[in-house]
Structure formats: C-alpha cells, structure tokens
C-alpha cells in the first residue's frame, strides 16, 4: 500500500504542478487503479450490472489493495492516505464501473472513514482490520423511507435499556445494506434518535451494527434500478434489536456532527465518480 502522510508536492519553481496528481506517491496510485480497473473492473462490470449482482470477491480484492481502508491509519490496517487519494479512487473507478465504485464508496468513506475519525480506539481496533481487509462488507444506515438528509425526521429510536440500547425501525436505500438476495452486510453504523428536546444536535446518536445482532434484520432487496444495479441497495429492519451500550459512537446525541463532517469527504468522492462517469 502507499502512504502519502510524508509526501510533499512538486515544486512549483522546478517542475509543472499537476493539481490531480501534485506527489508521485499520487500518481503511482492513479496507474495502479487504471491498470486494475483495465484488467478486472472493466471485463466483469456489464454482466454484473445486467445480473444486479455485487462481485464480492473482486471486492475484497480492493482489500488487498490497501483501498478499503485508504482513509484510515495504518494501525487499524488501513493506508493512511489522504482526501486526493481518495478521490482519485473513485474517479478511477467508476470511469468502468459506477455502481462497483458506489459500494466502495460506501464501505471506505461511510463507514470506514467514519468509524477511523469518530469512534474510540477500542471500537477502531475491534472492527476495522476486518473492513480494511475486505473481509468484512460494511455500509452506513441514515435514510429512512421517507427520510434522506433531513435528520430532524428521521424515526428510527435507540433506546437505553442497562447495559444494551434497544433500536426499532427501518432504513431503506442502504448501499451494501445486503451481498445478494437473502444476505445482510457485515457490519453498519446506524443513525438513530435517541432524545426528543427537538434539536438535532442533542437528540441523535449513532451504533455500530452487526450482522447476527438480535432483532437485526434484511428487509427487501431493491431491485429494477435504473442505474447502479450492481451495487446492492436494501432495506434494514430493526425490531427491538439489541446493541451494546459499547458500541455507541461517541457520546449520546453527538450524532450529527459527526454525521456532518464526514459527509464532506463523502461529498467530494461522489464528485469525484461523476467525473469518472464523464469520462
């Protein structure tokens, strides 16, 4: 893998500055993408989106490429490398195969990335040497059926029962939310209410998921898309799943701002595949 935590740019008085690429830690990394995505992306992505099939093991080959965790430090076994790289990742990828890409895009930057900036060492160690090597298939659950961005709606609840919180209700449109028809993702960080002042800063915390949780369940599968379709999207049933209070991210209500902050990045990477689209 490349770390480009010591890299620094060209200078500008010696050579031309090239703004996607500005170290050669970067453009190495843009070589290799294009070479993986010319020699596995590309032969597979057609067939898998006609089929609305997710290619696992070729994602898990992302793994070992170090770009599952591209974000995250290298002691959580990540490559600790920084925005650009990210973004050239998902350029790259997605100029074969948008819909490859938005799961990777979900996994690396929605959960990984999230998980790296705001859970504790403890929660780090515990579950992210397994979403950075692929061997886990992770996602984030925000989105309700009648709720996106607008927090404020959301209705899922999180309620604190000794040593467990109790979650009750849905999320839909989760990417990696299922790996094939009848399979739940690994691993999720969910959004949930957790007080009711009306303040969106206060009343929403987030969880780290598991597949196996009791009251955890895959809702449907949503199928017929009219893009993206080998990128698995489902529905997450939560009926009075059980979760350790030790896996609440943070402090109660600090959701949101965490939420916030690393939808920025995830923002700039969903830029940057529709730039990889335009290509």
């Given at each position: 893998s490349l770390n480009l935590t010591s890299s620094t740019p060209r200078s500008f008085s010696t050579a031309a500055y090239d703004l996607y690429n500005p170290t050669e830690e970067h453009m190495a990394l843009r070589e290799m993408l294009r070479s993986f995505v010319k020699d596995k992306v590309e032969p597979q992505a057609i067939d898998y989106n006609r089929a609305e099939k997710f290619n696992v093991d070729l994602f898990r080959e992302l793994?070992?490429?170090?770009?599952?965790?591209?974000?995250?430090?290298?002691?959580?076994?990540?490559?600790?490398?920084?925005?650009?790289?990210?973004?050239?990742?998902?350029?790259?990828?997605?100029?074969?195969?948008?819909?490859?890409?938005?799961?990777?895009?979900?996994?690396?930057?929605?959960?990984?990335n999230n998980l790296a900036r705001n859970g504790s060492d403890e929660q780090c160690a515990k579950y992210l040497p397994a979403a950075c090597s692929g061997e886990a298939i992770c996602g984030m659950a925000m989105s309700e059926p009648a709720v996106g961005t607008d927090v404020l709606g959301m209705k899922t609840t999180a309620?604190?029962?000794?040593?467990?919180?109790?979650?009750n209700g849905t999320k839909m449109w989760i990417t990696n939310g299922a790996i094939n028809d009848t399979e739940l993702g690994d691993t999720f960080l969910v959004y949930a209410r957790t007080g009711t002042s009306g303040n969106a800063r206060e009343d929403f915390s987030s969880f780290i998921v598991e597949k196996g949780f009791e009251g955890f369940s895959l809702g449907q599968r949503i199928k017929d898309k009219c893009g993206m379709r080998a990128s698995m999207t489902a529905e997450l049933v939560f009926e009075n799943c059980r979760v350790p209070a030790a896996n609440l991210i943070g402090k109660e209500g600090s959701a949101v701002i965490c939420m916030m902050r690393n939808l920025e990045i995830e923002r700039v990477t969903l830029a940057a595949m529709s730039l990889g689209i335009a290509r």
């Open positions: 793994g070992e490429l170090g770009l599952l965790g591209i974000t995250v430090p290298e002691k959580y076994g990540g490559s600790e490398m920084d925005a650009l790289a990210a973004v050239i990742a998902h350029e790259e990828l997605s100029s074969s195969d948008p819909a490859f890409c938005l799961s990777f895009l979900a996994h690396s930057m929605l959960f990984t309620t604190k029962v000794g040593d467990e919180y109790i979650l």
